[in-house]
T-cell receptor, first 109, second 120 residues
Framework: GQQVMQIPQYQHVQEGEDFTTYCNSS?????IQWYKQRPGGHPVFLIQ???SGEVKKQKRLTFQFGEAKKNSSLHITATQTTDVGTYFC?????????WGAGTKLIIKP | GAVVSQHPSWVICKSGTSVKIECRSL??????MFWYRQFPKQSLMLMAT?????????EQGVEKDKFLINHASLTLSTLTVTSAHPEDSSFYIC????????????????FGNGTRLTVT
């Protein structure tokens, strides 16, 4: 079946370091959405990418959608404690939303 | 502010009893709502799609007689876990799509705060 693989599962960073999570789909996506879930909370929509090769920025967050519309990445520059949480990608394919497993961002004490 | 309200936030029930969870869209009409289940440290698992005025569409492996879904109005969907057992203990989250001008199709999902169900 259709899958969206998301890696890594966890990423430990020092505050101030960068963070990146990657999603790869087995099929071409019509669009991809990104969500953030804080510990104990619910997923919150961050952004949607639709166009091939699209790049969008939200302050320190950079989202990319691959040329083939099968992969996507989220890059956070200079992480802060407020960035802690799990970041999920969700790809739309054949009117189905397929979720990645999520990448948990952990700030080292 | 919150656009999807889910109630209750947490519930503890005895094995064999039924539990109803409500999901409301607060300031928009949602013809479709989604029910997810999330195990600790795992991703969201879509259980079913709730359609206003018609039967819900269940994902493979989800028992429709155990997880009853009713979408009686454009702003309310309910999930009833019938004859709950300890293995049903989980975090249940509902979501709804809100149409945005910038996202005419495949609109982003707004999630409720979730319900943590513990069956003893």
């Amino acid at each position: 079946g259709q899958q969206v693989m998301q890696i890594p599962q966890y990423q430990h960073v020092q505050e101030g370091e960068d963070f990146t999570t990657y999603c790869n789909s087995s099929t071409t996506l019509s669009n991809i959405q990104w969500y953030k879930q804080r510990p104990g909370g619910h997923p919150v929509f961050l952004i949607q990418l639709v166009k091939s090769g699209e790049v969008k920025k939200q302050k320190r967050l950079t989202f990319q959608f691959g040329e083939a519309k099968k992969n996507s990445s989220l890059h956070i520059t200079a992480t802060q404690t407020t960035d802690v949480g799990t970041y999920f990608c969700a790809g739309n394919s054949n009117y189905q939303l397929i979720w990645g497993a999520g990448t948990k961002l952990i700030i080292k004490p | 502010g919150a656009v999807v309200s889910q109630h209750p936030s947490w519930v503890i029930c005895k094995s064999g009893t039924s539990v109803k969870i409500e999901c409301r869209s607060l300031d928009f009409q949602a013809t479709t709502m989604f029910w997810y289940r999330q195990f600790p440290k795992q991703s969201l698992m879509l259980m079913a799609t709730s359609n206003e005025g018609s039967k819900a569409t269940y994902e493979q492996g989800v028992e429709k007689d155990k997880f009853l879904i009713n979408h009686a109005s454009l702003t309310l969907s309910t999930l009833t876990v019938t004859s709950a057992h300890p293995e049903d203990s989980s975090f249940y989250i509902c979501s709804a799509s809100r149409l945005y001008r910038d996202y005419p199709s495949h609109s982003p999902l707004h999630f409720g705060n979730g319900t943590r169900l513990t069956v003893t």
